[in-house]
């Protein structure tokens, strides 16, 4: 120990004098090394993270979301080491998170599911590291509350069940606190008031990121109005209010490409809105105009023909053939790696020969029952069960068809086309569980397939009010007029609420209805009884502004429900 000082003669002396205390700072001294060398690999970390992070930035404002993908995962790694969690590392986690989150937008609006399996989980996993931050805990809940809803739409999983009721909780929670001035006589304070309106700035920045203009105009409209003093905020709700009214959604979004015909965000601003109003070939047709301009980018030409191949799977079903075999040969000049675009863009026009046996659940033959396949209607059953028809087809892929009869009920199949076999039989029993014919009365109206999509609802209109169960007249409710057909199932919202009076959600439905088939006074009565029980009950008080809108555009003469709302409710 003396040897370590001694060229420094003072010192020296010193520890001659008190050897044990020499001893005992050498060791203190010895002692800090791995400490130091552990705080050093902690500042290396966190640099190589923040290094990674931004080259992901880059690579992902250059469009190339593959290169993006690798950084992010790197950062990823790096910051799910040991680290001190340090303002450094929560802001970088914040920072990568929300990378995360863009590239998760991009590929659920995409339809792309060629990025990566681990973009959800990594952003929820960052997001929920935040949760403990009191400087970051509204960013993580703005965020986890933005994907919430993929988990289910898109990834099909209930590994972030817990977590995300969590959220719903701390998200009712500011909800309640913003909504006190109107239904409780301990209106929240100034601080609180601040605090709620920064939340929903985040959460409304959260949405933007996924396109969703309307949810996050009214996000940051929420914090306008609670903090006025922040003129970020009235910013931000004017910009979106452009792009997040239905009306002007598209204008907005090609008034802002006009500005900037080399703008990444202006061209899928545009694709976004064509996309949620339902309007395929000019959603294609702004998918070419930027290809002409970011034609090399992989993924956007991957995405594009990924939105071709459904256009080619809509216009099959539909029975426009020719169409289809357009759209399914753009699709596999796009994307020439994809086997399934390559098959399709080769399938051959036949005509196949269906004979369907249909039988009830009891298993006697029923007479008079509907087939339909393709849009159209193909035959009924003769006395024996028997429908026949010939039906032209593509050689590849499938044919879908279902069945029903008022009295004994619906049967949903597909025929598996494998050539050269063009006579298939198959057997059918029609049952009384109608949930199957709402799924595909939904499916229907979502690819465009109006005809059938009209009768299913015809059907279920008819058959729901026959079941006592509000649940599902709600859902037949609901669905049936987002879909276009209120009139259809009004008898299945009549049902639900007098099966449930006192459920303001079945009234909710019923006042959509409503409002779409013109009984604008009928629906201003179910907003206000679903704002009452919302408020009762403390459920759902996120949407009660909204119904307020809604009840002033009604009473104005103005009904509020065009098909971006419509659309934008479909995720309610």
Request: aromatic share 12%.
């Amino acid at each position: 120990m003396q040897g370590i000082f001694s060229s420094f003669p003072v010192i020296r002396r010193k520890i001659e004098d008190f050897p044990a205390v020499a001893t005992l700072l050498g060791l203190i001294l010895l002692s800090m090394i791995p400490y130091l060398q552990y705080r050093a690999w902690v500042l290396e970390s966190i640099s190589q993270a923040q290094e990674a992070y931004q080259n992901g930035e880059r690579s992902y404002n250059q469009g190339d979301y593959s290169s993006a993908t690798f950084y992010y995962a790197l950062a990823y790694q790096l910051y799910q080491r040991p680290l001190i969690d340090s303002e450094q590392v929560l802001k970088g986690k914040l920072e990568l998170a929300k990378g995360y989150h863009s590239l998760l937008a991009l590929q659920i609006n995409s339809g792309n599911s060629n990025l990566s399996f681990d973009i959800f989980p990594s952003a929820v996993r960052l997001y929920s590291d935040l949760l403990t931050s009191r400087n970051y805990l509204l960013d993580a809940l703005a965020g986890l509350k933005a994907i919430e809803y993929y988990q289910i739409t898109a990834f099909n999983s209930s590994d972030f069940y817990p977590l995300f009721e969590r959220v719903d909780e701390r998200v009712d929670d500011y909800d309640k606190l913003i909504r006190g001035p109107y239904s409780s006589t301990n209106p929240p304070s100034e601080e609180q008031k601040k605090a709620a309106a920064k939340f929903y700035y985040l959460l409304g920045g959260a949405y933007e990121l996924q396109f969703d203009f309307l949810q996050a105009f009214q996000d940051y409209e929420n914090a306008a109005e609670l903090d006025s003093t922040v003129s970020l905020y009235q910013e931000a709700r004017d910009r979106m209010r452009k792009l997040g009214q239905a009306t002007d959604l598209i204008q907005a979004c090609r008034t802002l490409l006009e500005s900037n015909p080399q703008n990444r965000t202006y061209h899928m601003c545009l694709i976004q809105a064509y996309r949620n109003s339902g309007q395929s070939a000019e959603l294609l047709q702004a998918y070419e105009n930027m290809l002409t301009i970011f034609g090399e980018d992989r993924f956007l030409r991957i995405d594009a023909a990924a939105e071709y191949y459904k256009w080619g799977q809509a216009e099959n079903i539909n029975g426009n053939l020719k169409e289809a075999l357009n759209a399914y040969g753009r699709a596999a000049e796009l994307d020439p790696e994809n086997e399934s675009y390559q098959v399709a863009a080769q399938a051959q026009v036949v005509t196949l020969n269906v004979q369907i046996l249909v039988r009830d659940s009891q298993g006697n033959f029923v007479e008079n029952a509907i087939a339909f396949s393709q849009g159209d209607e193909i035959g009924h059953s003769d006395a024996s069960g028997l429908i026949q028809a010939d039906i032209p087809s593509l050689s590849v892929g499938q044919l879908q068809f279902y069945v029903f009869s008022e009295e004994s009920g619906f049967y949903y199949n597909y025929i598996s086309v494998t050539p050269p076999e063009t006579s298939y039989l198959v057997q059918s029993t029609l049952t009384g569980d109608l949930g199957q014919a709402l799924s595909l009365a939904r499916s229907s109206a979502q690819v465009g397939n109006n005809q059938a999509a009209e009768s299913l609802y015809t059907f279920l209109g008819e058959r729901a009010p026959s079941m006592d169960d509000g649940s599902f007249n709600n859902s037949v409710c609901w669905h049936g007029s987002l879909d276009g057909f209120a009139e259809l199932v009004m008898p299945a919202c009549e049902k639900a609420v007098a099966l449930a009076p006192q459920n303001g959600g079945y009234a909710d439905s019923r006042g959509v209805a409503r409002a779409l088939t013109g009984d604008f006074h009928g629906a201003i009565e179910d907003f206000k009884s679903f704002i009452k029980w919302a408020q009762e009950t403390n459920q759902h008080l996120n949407k009660v502004e909204q119904r307020k809108a809604w009840i002033t555009a009604l009473e104005n003469g103005r009904n509020p429900f065009d098909s971006a709302l419509l659309k934008a409710l479909h995720n309610q």
